[in-house]
């Protein structure tokens, strides 16, 4: 079945510092690809997404490819702030642009400090 | 908008209750899940419906849960007899036809 694995949490960095979160999957098809955010006490809320391999999802910093040869979804950004500090989640959907249900990777804690 | 509404958002009972979560999707969204989180197992996705009517309930974890979705603007996730281990945060997801789906703000259940 489809499955999704994340890097192990908590992630430390320091304000301004680079982040890379790993993400591959597995998965048959052409699945599409999100990374959700959940900040302390709220529900998840949809960071970016890419639809077909060589998309690139981009949104407040956040950049992800979605690399079909290499089954990854990786999210960077180039300086992070404190106020990114949350759980990151990488999900894929069953179907295109619709994803009827999404599968979840086990989330990774990010935390930044000044 | 208001976005997808989750009630109550805190419930402590004691064991052996009736607990009911209560969802309202996002006016025009035509499908809804329902997902727990826990420290222990992530989160898991108990049930989702399209136009009101269950497609897929292999998530729900025994007979002791149960959900319903009467009309397109409300749906129930409930929980008889609640026992400690259904303690969790429960969350509420819709989607509209051509889109992403937009979580609610969860439930924390506590079970006693």
């Known amino acids: 079945g489809d499955s999704v694995t994340q890097m192990e949490g908590p992630v430390t960095l320091s304000e301004e510092a680079f982040l890379t979160i790993n993400c591959t999957y597995t998965a048959t098809g052409y699945p599409s690809l999100f990374w959700y955010v959940q900040y302390p006490g709220e529900g998840l809320q949809l960071l970016l997404k890419?639809?077909?391999?060589?998309d690139k999802g981009s949104n407040k910093g956040f950049e992800a490819t979605y690399r079909k040869e290499t089954t990854s979804f990786h999210l960077e950004k180039g300086s992070v702030q404190v106020s990114d500090s949350a759980v990151y989640f990488c999900?894929?959907?069953?179907?295109?642009?619709?994803?009827?249900?999404?599968?979840f990777g086990t989330g990774t804690r990010l935390q930044v400090t000044l | 908008d208001a976005g997808v509404i989750q009630s109550p958002r805190h419930e402590v009972t004691e064991m052996g209750q009736e607990v009911t979560l209560r969802c309202k999707p996002i006016?025009?969204?035509?499908?809804l899940f329902w997902y727990r989180q826990t420290m222990m197992r992530g989160l898991e996705l108990l049930i989702y419906f399209n136009n009101n009517v269950p497609i897929d309930d292999s998530g729900m974890p025994e007979d002791r849960f149960s959900a319903k979705m009467p009309n397109a603007s409300f749906s129930t996730l409930k929980i008889q007899p609640s026992e400690p281990r259904d303690s969790a945060v429960y969350f509420c997801?819709?989607?509209?036809?051509?889109?992403?789906?937009?979580f609610g703000p969860g439930t924390r259940l506590t079970v006693l």
């Open positions: 890419a639809t077909k391999a060589d």
């Open positions: 999900a894929l959907g069953d179907m295109g642009g619709t994803a009827s249900k999404l599968t």
């Open positions: 006016s025009g969204h035509n499908s």
């Open positions: 997801a819709s989607r509209p036809p051509l889109g992403t789906q937009y």
